[in-house]
């Protein structure tokens, strides 16, 4: 029998660690190597240990909880399955492609794992020795690779220890941060003398969301200094209640999650001000961070990646002694000077930082980095979700996907032979989707994907993935790589099609180019196991009216608080006028156009100075333009365009002087529509010629029903159309009062602004003529 593990009980833990992040910090060694295959998400895990598991006969146990303790460090874990009648200790991994291609050092991290978890069974159930099984289950196929071992307990224990001396070290330099930083933010002072008017409300409502592990949706008026008063008090809410109380924790991390770079920014620069002692990374995309864009990530392709784990400790180790946030620039700076990636550094990083600032898809996406941490070290997270109302619109992206078919028909010309067979088959069950009819536009919905189309993709998937694992090096497999990625987006998102999706094959301009998609119409069932994981999540924003609207969609729990913050600006400080002689309806906008031009000149004479006027397309701004350009040349105007790079929109922006004169022209919902801060007489007025509705067109129609179905007749068409257009309206008239000292006009530009169903969704402090 093994000896057990020394009755310390008594004593608290100095650090505890989850086993898999034991076995990542002392498992790996060599190369970077990300060719084998993108991870599979969450829910491919999920799948492919329940299959597994599925196979096993009675007496089998699946996710075995387990723990142990070495010294001051505590270590716990689920193992994946343990068959008591063979004694066997299984470790189950999810992939796809050819196993044979598997770098080492990610073999090496699954012996890690299964060898403690092997000890710290033998540990607690007093074996001997224990048979070790690594079962590789490939997604596509459903084919097992079980890999064997039989080791002694005695063998497991050394090797246990062996981590776990090596990891002590850095867990007590870990436990020693904690403790100063929990002390340091329990001294945490707000760093301005005094709250902003309606600040303080919404910072004791964050507060308390985050001490108590509660939802929040909160909707406090641009200009109040939102992103202060969420980091302040979600960071004096990290400290746990002294004495201890169950109900009040504390939390472990907080994520300050946001749909735009900007947002970023500004939660830095107050983290910044605020001076907590805590760790603080900026976590940006791959393509923002990567060295050699051009090159594959792999030690024969591209020198960061080789030997990125042997330089990686020294790498972690200046990072988590910076005195500096690390945002973008800090940390490559430490990734060059040690050789290593700058993007795989920061999602190492992202595991020892007190406070990550990102994208929203860092946690919200189906394979979500912050989630898939939290999820495995059982983290009490707390979450700032900024400009939240944009959250339903990204979430249907995160959960759509679809096929390019001139990627496809590109790809059909280029492949190597040994796709042929599967490219044709692909192609034969793609065509057979094409809607009725040869005209652009026609489209075709589907209520199930069918079979034998699942069939042809499942197949390409594999073979695909293959092919691409077993290129020599140097081979361009760009467009290859790219349409398998494609595939896996929509593979995965077939395996979860039901009422909150729609899969549609849409015909293009071009001969047999059919289009096919699986749009995501309510994200709330995949939203709503991330915000169960959380301790804590706060939402907020300036237009997150109404709740239901947003509590369903977004999946929130029925007892979500809710917070509307009153506006510190008066009626005085913003007029707002209707244009009751104005339509913006369709088959008005041509007769109403130069009615609306001669308005914007009207306003223009009576209060010169800087304006945006906010249309509901490019086509119709461009048409507006070119009327007021002919009657009014002494205006002076600039305008949005399609795909403007980052130096145009700051050009477009810097046309906002301080004392200037003109109008901008842009597009609702466009990236001027919010966002953007233009205080002072930067900007006196807003011109807003449409209600922001969605276009009528079949899959808006289509989105409508299906939220009928769900939520009742009468909220279809508002949550479809009149909602989501009235929020980019609100944003939009926010960008003229950003402080106490504001003064300006905003015009809605459209009779239906009288009317009292719009009129209610109009902020309270708005004084209408």
Not at 229 to 237: I, K, V, Y
Not at 513 to 535: G, Y
Not at 566 to 576: A, D, I
Request: net charge neutral; hydrophobic share 45%; with cysteine.
């Amino acid at each position: 029998m093994p000896a057990a593990l020394p009755d310390d009980a008594a004593t608290p833990p100095g650090y505890t660690v989850a086993v898999r992040l034991l076995c990542d910090f002392t498992g790996r060694s060599g190369d970077l190597d990300v060719r084998f295959s993108p991870s599979p998400t969450a829910q491919d895990g999920i799948a492919g240990h329940a299959a597994v598991a599925a196979r096993r006969p009675a007496p089998y146990q699946r996710e075995v909880t387990l723990s142990g303790r070495w010294q001051g460090l505590a270590v716990r874990g689920r193992a994946d399955g343990y068959d008591p009648v063979a004694n066997r200790l299984e470790e189950i991994k999810t992939h796809r492609g050819d196993l044979a291609r598997q770098p080492a050092h990610q073999r090496a991290l699954h012996w890690a794992q299964a060898e403690v978890y092997g000890w710290l069974l033998c540990a607690e159930r007093g074996l001997a020795e224990v048979e070790l099984a690594l079962v590789y289950y490939e997604l596509s196929s459903g084919v097992e690779t079980v890999l064997l071992q039989r080791r002694s307990a005695a063998e497991l224990r050394q090797a246990f220890e062996d981590r776990c001396q090596r990891f002590l070290a850095w867990a007590e330099q870990e436990a020693a941060h904690r403790r100063a930083r929990d002390a340091a933010l329990a001294r945490l002072a707000f760093p301005f003398g005094d709250f902003r008017p309606g600040q303080r409300v919404f910072a004791e409502a964050v507060f308390r969301a985050q001490r108590d592990g509660r939802r929040l949706m909160a909707q406090a008026p641009t200009g109040i200094g939102k992103t202060l008063a969420t980091l302040f008090p979600a960071l004096r809410a990290c400290p746990p209640a002294v004495p201890p109380r169950p109900d009040r924790p504390g939390l472990d991390r907080v994520f300050y999650l946001t749909a735009r770079t900007s947002g970023r920014r500004l939660a830095l620069d107050a983290l910044q001000q605020l001076g907590a002692g805590v760790r603080v990374l900026e976590l940006v995309a791959r393509d923002k961070a990567c060295e050699y864009p051009d090159r594959a990530c792999n030690g024969e392709s591209c020198p960061l990646a080789r030997g990125f784990y042997d330089r990686l400790p020294a790498a972690r180790a200046q990072a988590a002694a910076s005195p500096q946030a690390l945002d973008r620039e800090t940390l490559r700076g430490i990734a060059l000077q040690h050789q290593v990636c700058p993007y795989y550094l920061g999602q190492e990083m992202a595991r020892w930082c007190d406070v990550v600032v990102g994208d929203v898809n860092h946690w919200f996406d189906g394979s979500a980095l912050l989630f898939a941490l939290a999820l495995e070290a059982e983290w009490r997270c707390g979450l700032l979700v900024d400009e939240a109302h944009n959250l339903i619109e990204r979430a249907r992206g995160m959960y759509s996907a679809s096929l390019d078919p001139w990627l496809f028909a590109e790809l059909r010309r280029q492949a190597p032979a040994v796709l042929k067979r599967t490219l044709d088959r692909l192609n034969r069950a793609w065509k057979a989707l094409a809607p009725e009819g040869e005209e652009t536009g026609a489209r075709r919905e589907f209520d199930t994907v069918p079979e034998a189309f699942s069939r042809a993709l499942q197949e390409a998937v594999s073979a695909i993935g293959e092919t691409l694992s077993e290129a020599p090096p140097g081979t361009d497999t760009a467009l290859l790589q790219r349409f398998w990625f494609e595939l896996l987006a929509f593979a995965r998102r077939a395996e979860t099609l039901a009422a909150h999706s729609l899969f549609d094959a849409t015909r293009l301009a071009g001969r047999g180019m059919v289009q096919l998609d699986i749009r995501n119409l309510v994200p709330a069932s995949f939203l709503a196991p991330r915000f169960a994981l959380a301790r804590a999540a706060v939402l907020f924003s300036a237009t997150l009216r109404p709740e239901d609207y947003h509590r369903d969609l977004l999946g929130l729990p029925a007892d979500t608080a809710s917070l509307d913050v009153p506006s510190p600006y008066g009626g005085e400080q913003l007029e707002v006028r209707i244009a009751h002689h104005i339509s913006t309806r369709w088959q008005h906008r041509e007769s109403s156009l130069r009615a609306l031009v001669d308005l914007l000149g009207a306003q223009f004479d009576r209060a010169p100075g800087n304006y945006l006027a906010f249309f509901s397309s490019f086509d119709y701004l461009q048409r507006a333009l070119e009327l007021l350009v002919e009657l009014r040349p002494d205006i002076p105007v600039w305008a949005q365009s399609r795909g403007m790079s980052e130096a145009e929109r700051e050009a477009y922006l810097a046309r906002f002087a301080a004392g200037g004169r003109g109008i901008g022209f842009a597009v609702l919902g466009g990236v001027f529509g919010e966002g953007i801060d233009l205080p002072g007489d930067r900007l006196i007025g807003a011109f807003i010629a449409t209600l922001g509705l969605p276009q009528v067109n079949a899959v808006n129609e289509r989105l409508k029903l299906r939220l009928q179905a769900l939520y009742g007749t009468a909220r279809g068409y508002d949550y479809a159309y009149v909602f989501p257009g009235f929020q980019k309206v609100v944003q939009a008239a926010g960008r003229v009062i950003r402080s106490g000292s504001d003064r300006g006009t905003v015009w809605l530009m459209d009779d239906r602004f009288d009317q009292a169903r719009y009129r209610r969704l109009l902020p309270g402090w708005w004084v209408l003529d």
